[in-house]
């Protein structure tokens, strides 16, 4: 079933089956009518629970100061971001300058435990014989579960380190599991681990919908998952074997990537007729206006119209309320070094930059995931992707500058920058220095915006040289995690919060 044609009708499962029965566990509404009802009576709702998961997935990263972008790049700083351009306002000024406290908007994490404990329900009942579904089917529901559950947990435990482990869906109040404590992170880590083993059992079943995990998508999320537990958490050389493992199933090519950068996102000027979803991209979240699912945070670069002289209006510069981000004065010194003296053709799309004022005044702002200019204001209505196969090459080559194999971090290393700069062979400098240079540079000038670069950053032992905050306070417990949200502690008194925040 493809969800563009299917996307209505499964919502319309979701909005019974995931129905407010409120209670005050980890500050979130809970189901829980599809488990304590007799809904788990058929295939066709098993399916629709399973698309509800992604339903919840959505609804936590289409939120404003809550997505991706909040989560995964803001935090590198004021090299990175900073206020508008044109009206010195911004957005997110807490993260970026890493003054978070519990009262912030972007510590809750409400609707990623909605997504958890919608995967629990599936899991709970989906594999119940008396449910008449074939094989397959129930693979699909159970391998999407277990996906979906991982991919939700990575988020939780990178950014809190220990959180609530909850492996049972809520129905009923009486359940530990509605005023849970903080679970140790090695034990949620490990779950995450066995999540990802058996998505990957099960990934001959999930399919090619690239809005919800595919055996690539899985495989992804374990050579990510791999990565993190060798560098940031000091897991051993396992965990490097399994990210290779994960990696050579994806099978690291040129044949991964679009031949042009811009083909991968909606919208850019060189792109007459953008694809939603091109080859390049693995897992993404669904935007479509004629579906009324919008969303995104594309917006936070955009301008009012009256800022912008009318012939660039939408051409290229995209059209909504107030600019309240922009490029950071030396992240920008570095896309205009790569654009001016190396040829870098990415930096179109991720910087746009001009005379477009309406008093002819410059303006520059961050060019990816625009949606539908046609009709002046800006819709929200481009994919976001949370995967791409850029990743994986990139992931490939980090593997190997751990494993010290420098001449084969290089060679991914180059499919990259061929693509970028037109040029075989970019890289030449095999020393453990360059290639270190290289992977910080490629990680910032491919994936801006992507809320990548955050945690590359941190497993490369990177982000202290970028954050002068970060470093000055380098030894602070948990200086790279978040606060737990007041809302969650005020609600639950079982919770406690984030050592070294308040």
Do not use: H
Request: with cysteine; proline share 3%; charged share 25%.
């Amino acid at each position: 079933m493809r969800i563009e044609s299917s996307i209505k009708g499964w919502f319309a499962v979701v909005a019974v089956s995931v129905s407010a029965v409120s209670c005050d566990m980890l500050d979130i509404t809970q189901d829980n009518k599809l488990s304590v009802s007799n809904m788990w009576k058929t295939a066709e709702q098993v399916e629709g629970s399973t698309y509800g998961i992604y339903s919840e997935l959505r609804s936590n990263f289409v939120q404003s100061q809550i997505n991706v972008f909040y989560w995964g790049e803001l935090r590198v700083g004021e090299y990175m971001w900073g206020p508008s351009s044109l009206f010195n306002v911004w957005v997110g000024r807490e993260v970026i300058q890493n003054t978070m406290t519990a009262n912030i908007t972007s510590c809750g994490w409400s609707k990623l435990y909605s997504a958890i404990d919608q995967a629990n329900a599936v899991l709970k009942y989906a594999p119940d014989t008396a449910i008449p579904m074939t094989d397959a089917k129930r693979n699909w529901a159970m391998g999407q579960a277990y996906f979906a559950r991982a991919y939700a947990y990575f988020w939780a435990a990178r950014l809190w380190g220990d959180v609530p482990l909850n492996l049972r869906p809520i129905e009923s109040v009486d359940q530990p599991e509605t005023y849970p404590v903080r679970a140790p992170k090695a034990d949620v880590y490990a779950r995450i681990g066995s999540d990802i083993e058996s998505a990957l059992a099960l990934s001959d079943a999930l399919g090619s919908d690239k809005y919800l995990a595919t055996k690539t998508a899985v495989l992804m999320l374990k050579a990510e998952y791999c990565l993190w537990m060798y560098s940031a958490q000091k897991g051993g050389d396992a965990y490097l074997d399994g990210a290779e493992d994960a990696l050579e199933a994806i099978g690291i090519s040129p044949s991964l990537l679009c031949d042009d950068y811009g083909q991968i996102f909606d919208r850019m000027a060189d792109n007459a007729k953008p694809s939603k979803n091109s080859k390049e991209v693995v897992f993404a979240l669904y935007n479509d206006q004629t579906e009324s699912k919008t969303g995104g945070y594309s917006w936070y670069f955009a301008f009012p119209e009256a800022y912008v002289a009318k012939g660039y209006q939408g051409k290229p510069v995209p059209i909504y309320e107030t600019q309240w981000l922009d490029y950071g004065e030396g992240f920008l010194a570095k896309l205009r070094d790569s654009r001016d003296n190396r040829g870098d053709t990415r930096v179109k799309y991720n910087l746009g930059e001009g005379d477009y004022g309406a008093d002819g005044g410059r303006l520059t702002f961050c060019r990816k995931f625009l949606g539908d200019m046609s009709a002046g204001k800006m819709v929200l209505d481009a994919d976001l992707i949370y995967y791409r196969a850029a990743l994986a090459v990139m992931m490939d080559a980090e593997l190997k500058y751990y494993r010290k194999d420098y001449g084969g971090a290089l060679k991914s290393l180059n499919i990259i920058a061929k693509r970028a700069y037109g040029k075989d062979n970019y890289y030449t400098d095999a020393s453990q220095e360059a290639v270190l240079e290289a992977l910080v540079d490629e990680y910032f000038l491919e994936f801006p915006a992507e809320g990548v670069i955050w945690w590359a950053l941190i497993r490369l032992d990177k982000i202290w040289d970028y954050n002068d905050y970060l470093a000055a306070n380098r030894n602070k417990t948990n200086i790279l995690l978040w606060p737990i949200s007041k809302s969650a502690r005020d609600k639950n008194s079982n919770l406690t919060q984030t050592e070294g925040w308040y």
